[in-house]
């Protein structure tokens, strides 16, 4: 059975920077496209960043180019996204997904979620 857990999140002062962990399992990630996605009490969920399998084409939202990075580990099954300069618009729940051969970072060609962590950027 296909699953992804992410882990990582939690509450940090603007600024700061957390590492998400989305890990695989009951799969190999050599064939997907993994999304990182998020979305915020009372917003739609949207695109932060997704990285192709096999090439490793990274793709970012505008508003994290620079400061987020994106990248994985096949060999370990875990995808991983490096957050820094973390702003308050930053707070959100933070998902990752998984679409076989995936060629687009749009939440709709996604079939397998994980359960989400919490990110809260706050002083």
């Known amino acids: 059975q296909l699953q992804l857990v992410e882990s990582g999140g939690g509450l940090v002062q603007p600024g700061g920077s957390l590492r998400l962990s989305c890990a695989a399992s009951g799969f190999t990630l050599d064939y997907y496209t993994i999304g990182w996605f998020r979305q915020a009490p009372g917003k739609e969920r949207e695109g932060v960043s997704c990285?192709?399998?096999?090439?490793?084409?990274?793709i970012y939202a505008d508003f994290v180019k620079g400061r987020f990075t994106i990248s994985r580990d096949n060999a370990k099954n875990t995808v991983w996204l490096q957050m820094n300069s973390l702003e308050p618009e930053d707070t959100a729940v933070y998902y990752c997904?998984?679409?076989?051969?995936?060629?687009?970072?749009?939440?709709?060609?996604?079939?397998?979620w994980g359960q989400g962590t919490q990110v809260t950027v706050s002083s």
């Open positions: 990285i192709s399998s096999h090439s490793g084409t990274t």
């Open positions: 997904a998984a679409e076989f051969y995936g060629s687009t970072c749009k939440a709709r060609d996604f079939e397998s």
